[in-house]
């Protein structure tokens, strides 16, 4: 009615056009109607990208592709439609992509844990005598919102796998699946379906050492591992601010009485406490350790002691500043040298833990005929655990093919 009193008024149609936002010949074809326009719903037109919109769904889904590598994957496959086609769909797509809502995933006890790295690019740590950057392990446990830090000085896969340890260590187990991105240390060439990517081999052995399955998640999806990066961002806010350390280990102490703190508070997603969630999350028990090297050799150094796995244990005194072969099954530490077994002791899976037999330092003098007490053996966090009886060929095998 308005523009047909527009009409009336003497407006020409380009003029009630430009009003109304309309095609000039839509504004002649409503002044001259009658009556009000009725419309009609029509079903979709057909259109050359009908057969491939499926597959250009899963490729969005995989990756934020901008319409022209689509239009090329496209063309690889016969698609003879132009790129305007394409432009308008996959713009279509991405709206629809991010407007989706994200559903939180919670998993079940014991099932899934994440890990991520995190850089902190504007501190650094003095490791060796030299300033050294700074990075952090984080891993989450999926059920209970267990969480656990270490600092590290590189992301190399045996520090990946090092810190694995010692987050199984403080769990007390390992779940069945643990989810990473793409990080190099895990796997070395990713497709679009995991089963055909390329795992970086170390780590596929420390893996199936263990049982745990490595699951990728989806390229720039990040939401997929939502707990562990929440907690990133949960370290750098809180953690990190005003923080001062004297060393690595100064660190990574404090870092542990983090974890003991916020794993002691009521979670704000779960409204639990996650050290009370722990007990259900029913993991796999640590049985045994895995060695990154066939046979790891140790420097004994001056206090009888050689360091693995983030723990001390001792050996007989007339072997300091000797080189000596390390190796661990069946929960027990065995030191070789030269092919002989010079000491065993149950493996500890606790953290800095001192672990000394007595009759080690019997041997240690001071000017010739004086003897004199070790102070190492006062303290109270020295266990000695007793070894039972085990058949020690096994290790004497290693040793030897370790030599060959």
Same mark, same amino acid.
């Given at each position: ?13 380009t ?5 109304y ?11 001259l109607?009658e ?5 009609q ?12 919109k ?11 592709y !901008? ?19 394409? &432009? ?11 407007e ?38 984080l891993?989450?446990?999926?059920? !209970?919102?267990?969480?656990?830090i ?6 190399? *896969? ?20 643990i ?14 379906k995991?089963?055909d ?5 170390q780590?596929e052995?420390?893996?199936g ?9 989806r ?5 997929t591992?939502?707990? #562990? ?20 280990d ?18 704000? *997603? ?6 009370a ?11 045994r350790?895995?060695i990154?090297?066939?046979?790891n ?11 693995f796995?983030?723990?001390q244990? !001792? #050996? ?14 069946d929960?027990?530490l ?10 065993t ?6 953290? &800095? ?44 095998a290693? *040793?030897? #093919?370790?030599?060959?």
């Amino acid at each position: 009615m308005d523009i047909r009193n527009d009409r009336q008024k003497g407006l020409n149609y380009t003029e009630i056009g430009k009003k109304y936002h309309l095609d000039p010949r839509t504004a002649k074809r409503y002044a001259l109607s009658e009556t009000k326009p009725a419309y009609q719903l029509s079903g979709p037109k057909p259109s050359i990208l009908d057969p491939y919109k499926h597959q250009i769904d899963q490729w969005l889904e995989e990756a934020p592709y !901008s319409a022209v590598k689509i239009l090329e994957k496209l063309q690889e496959q016969g698609f003879q439609g132009k790129y305007t086609i394409v &432009r308008e769909y996959v713009r279509q797509k991405k709206g629809d992509l991010d407007e989706k809502a994200t559903v939180r995933f919670e998993t079940m006890p014991g099932l899934q844990g994440q890990v991520d790295w995190a850089f902190f690019e504007d501190h650094l740590v003095r490791d060796g005598g030299q300033l050294r950057k700074l990075y952090c392990f984080l891993m989450v446990l999926g059920f !209970s919102r267990m969480r656990y830090i270490e600092f590290v000085t590189d992301m190399s *896969t045996g520090t990946l796998i090092r810190c694995h340890q010692n987050a199984f260590r403080y769990f007390g187990g390992y779940p069945e699946e643990i989810l990473y991105d793409n990080m190099k240390q895990v796997v070395v060439k990713r497709l679009l379906k995991q089963e055909d990517s390329e795992m970086n081999r170390q780590f596929e052995d420390f893996a199936g050492f263990y049982g745990f399955k490595p699951v990728l998640c989806r390229p720039y999806r990040g939401q997929t591992k939502g707990k #562990v990066e929440r907690t990133v961002q949960y370290v750098r806010k809180d953690f990190m601010v005003g923080i001062r350390y004297t060393s690595l280990d100064d660190l990574n102490g404090q870092a542990i009485s983090w974890c003991n703190k916020v794993n002691g508070k009521i979670h704000a *997603t779960t409204g639990k406490i996650p050290f009370a969630q722990l007990k259900k999350e029913r993991l796999s028990p640590v049985k045994r350790e895995y060695i990154l090297d066939r046979i790891n050799l140790r420097r004994v150094q001056k206090d009888c002691l050689i360091s693995f796995a983030g723990n001390q244990y !001792s #050996v007989p005194a007339e072997y300091v500043g000797k080189d000596v072969a390390v190796v661990a099954l069946d929960n027990t530490l065995a030191v070789h040298y030269n092919g002989k077994q010079i000491a065993t002791h149950k493996l500890s899976y606790q953290s &800095r833990d001192m672990v000394v037999n007595p009759g080690h330092y019997r041997r240690l003098t001071v000017k010739h005929q004086f003897e004199t007490e070790n102070t190492l053996l006062r303290g109270d966090n020295i266990v000695d655990f007793p070894i039972r009886h085990i058949d020690l060929s096994v290790y004497d095998a290693a *040793t030897e #093919v370790g030599h060959e």
